[in-house]
């Protein structure tokens, strides 16, 4: 057990050996800036003012080699060997700090949005709406099944909280939403979590970049730009492997119809050439369209692989890493959550 100073919080906590700093903050109830909880976003990048830690696998555009060397790591993937002091840099003056609640909530309507997603509606009842910012996820517990992190589709101040569960053959939880759950089941919520949000004072252009049910939370940040009024063009990626795995294009079609400033482009990797589709990796399509990135804001959500990509195209496009907001979807095999 080794004890370290989070200099912002003005805390002390104790992290467990093999833990790292990031758990250790949240299982304290410290707002740490994060997003990818996977060394990918660098989200969580922090200052180690004093001690040691073991650093896991991380991207290096999350954390290069000369940030390290002048002693920077990332609060994710940091597993204290000593005692330490840090100061975390991720902060986000434009990030509005809502404050975590619990919901006792009843599934009120699910749907098969593909084969392989299943759309859920969660009524919160009488409680006042939850407060969060589009792109943010919740911690659902769901009957007789492990608590799992899923991100809103739907916007803040609603009675009813929409949410897109991709079935995992591994995965105990979604097995048991797509298999048993019914209307009038019980849900416990907590949240909200993340930071790979909508940052409303951009006013340069966006880039949405979505892999599978990661939709779910791209949907929620391109609605409330264009509910807000933001007038700066809004590109929205989709990349899925067939048209099986394709949903929520009539949503985003009226949306393009409605403004002129809205893109929305699905590309499918697992199909011959078509004039119907674009084809191809959802990245390669994007490094054909768009050549510079900077003064965007790239938000991406979906598989570990898929985000990877975006990370290395947006850097190359001349993204600043500050910039990129990224959510990445695990399965249980990968980290024993499902997103």
């Known amino acids: 057990m080794k004890q370290i100073e989070i200099r912002q919080a003005a805390r002390t906590v104790a992290v467990a050996d093999g833990a790292t700093i990031l758990q250790a903050a949240l299982a304290e109830g410290i707002d740490y800036p994060h997003g990818c909880r996977s060394g990918r976003c660098g989200s969580c990048k922090t200052r180690l003012i004093s001690g040691e830690v073991k650093m896991l696998e991380h991207s290096r555009f999350a954390l290069s080699d000369e940030e390290r060397a002048q002693g ?37 309507t699910l749907d098969n949005a593909t084969h392989d997603i299943k759309r859920v509606w969660l009524d919160i009842g009488e409680a006042e709406p939850l407060a969060f910012t589009a792109g ?124 002129p400033n809205l ?38 959500a979906g598989p570990p692989l898929m985000v990877e990509a975006v990370l290395q195209l947006t850097q190359a496009r001349g993204l600043r890493s500050e910039d990129l907001h990224a959510d990445v979807f695990f399965t249980p095999a990968q980290n024993d959550e499902e997103t």
């Open 136 to 259: 943010q996820y919740a911690r659902l517990t769901f009957p007789g099944a492990p608590a799992r992190d899923y991100s809103m589709a739907s916007g803040p101040s609603a009675q009813t909280l929409e949410f897109h569960i991709r079935r995992v053959p591994e995965g105990v939880t979604t097995q048991r939403i797509h298999g048993l759950l019914k209307p009038g089941d019980r849900v416990e919520l907590e949240g909200p979590f993340g930071c790979a949000c909508l940052r409303e004072q951009h006013a340069g252009p966006i880039l949405c970049i979505a892999g599978g049910s990661g939709l779910a939370p791209i949907k929620a940040i391109v609605d409330a730009a264009i509910a807000q009024g933001m007038k700066q063009p809004i590109h929205v990626y989709f990349g899925a492997r067939s048209e099986r795995d394709l949903y929520l294009l009539e949503h985003f079609r009226v949306l393009a119809q409605r403004y």
């Open 263 to 300: 893109s929305f482009i699905p590309v499918l990797s697992d199909v011959p050439v078509t004039e119907r589709w674009r084809t191809g990796y959802v990245t390669d399509a994007i490094a054909h369209d768009l050549q510079d990135l900077d003064g965007w804001k790239v938000y991406v």
């Open 72 to 108: 920077l790591t990332l609060a994710c993937c940091a597993i204290p060997q000593t005692d330490a002091v840090v100061t975390w840099l991720g902060g986000d003056e434009h990030l509005v700090a809502h404050p975590r609640r619990r919901l006792h909530c009843r599934v009120k």
